[in-house]
């Protein structure tokens, strides 16, 4: 344990690592809500609302921090024979446990009651979130297949969060959306951990690996990848998403959401990536430009190009 260790600053320092800031990045599905509603001709969305979200976005990545530290209080024996885990502030023994415990309670009580003075439908999905991490880290997450699923169902649960934040209906193309994608993205990390198992590493640091299959996994990829472009497309030149948009616009935004799969297969297979998706989205500068693209784009059709 490195000197002065046991002081609250190094302490709180630990416990900030602990709560894996750069993975906030997965709560930005807050904001699909506000975006989409903002151009919606039907909805009296303004960027006030847009506002709103930002508290919201911090409050559910304190929540979502406070999973993560418990999910390494659970593991931190596994992850102390793991070669990258293994220097997470619990398994390395840097983050005094009882400070850790009594972090995970604060940041409980804090993510869940101030959602509620923020919003109640808010702090009830924040709630079902919670709970459904909990049982996740527990059980879930050693369910092969299963466990995917689990990850891809907390996106979506963060896309009906913002919208419940802000009182508004989200179409149930862009929650489909939601989901395929993040299951996409789950699938390629269990792919890359998969593919190091077999290029050497130990198979004893996750039980659900071994249950894993190279092949099927590759395969599974192929599927939802399609599922989602489809399932996009859709979602733009749907009658409803027409008529709300005042336009078939949206669809301009297909190939460049198919690029952006295509360069995120293209790191997974040809350049080993894809065990953190929240790293590549902050560190790949083509995935940076299309997501970018994307917003700007997007921005574009709902005022620029919006009928009158």
């Known amino acids: 344990m490195p000197p002065n260790a046991d002081s609250p600053i190094v302490q709180c320092r630990y416990l900030l690592q602990a709560m894996r800031p750069s993975q906030w990045t997965k709560n930005a599905v807050l904001f699909a809500a506000f975006i989409f509603g903002y151009g919606d001709r039907a909805l009296p969305v303004t960027w006030q609302d847009g506002l709103r979200v930002i508290p919201a976005f911090f409050l559910f990545s304190l929540a979502a921090s406070a999973v993560y530290l418990f999910n390494d209080m659970i593991d931190r024996k596994q992850d102390q024979e793991h070669p990258k885990k293994k220097f997470r502030p619990i398994a390395a023994g840097h983050l005094n446990l009882c400070f850790a415990r009594i972090a995970l309670i604060v940041m409980l009580l804090v993510s869940v009651s101030v959602s509620y003075l923020l919003s109640p439908a808010f702090a009830q999905i ?11 880290t527990v059980a879930l997450k050693r369910v092969a297949l299963l466990d995917v699923f689990i990850i891809a ?3 979506v649960l963060r896309a009906i969060a913002g ?66 472009i489809v399932s996009y497309s859709i979602y ?36 080993n990536k894809g065990d953190r998706p929240e790293q590549v989205l902050l560190t790949d500068i083509p995935i940076i430009l299309t997501i970018l693209t994307y917003a700007v784009t997007v921005l574009a059709l709902f005022t620029v190009l919006q009928p009158t």
């Open 236 to 271: 733009t030149l749907w009658p409803e998403t027409i008529e709300k948009f005042g336009s078939y616009h949206l669809a301009y935004t297909i190939p460049i959401v198919l690029f952006g799969l295509f360069r995120y297969l293209d790191l997974l297979y040809r350049e």
């Open 126 to 136: 924040v709630g079902i979130y919670l709970i459904l991490q909990g049982i996740y």
């Open 163 to 228: 919208a419940a934040l802000l009182s508004i209906p989200i179409s149930p193309w862009l929650l489909v959306c939601t989901f395929l994608l993040a299951l996409f993205l789950a699938l390629c990390k269990r792919r890359h951990e998969k593919a190091s198992i077999e290029a050497g590493a130990s198979a004893r640091q996750r039980v659900t690996m071994q249950k894993y299959d190279l092949l099927l996994t590759d395969q599974l990829i192929a599927i939802v990848a399609g599922a989602t």
């Open 153 to 155: 169902v907390g996106f």
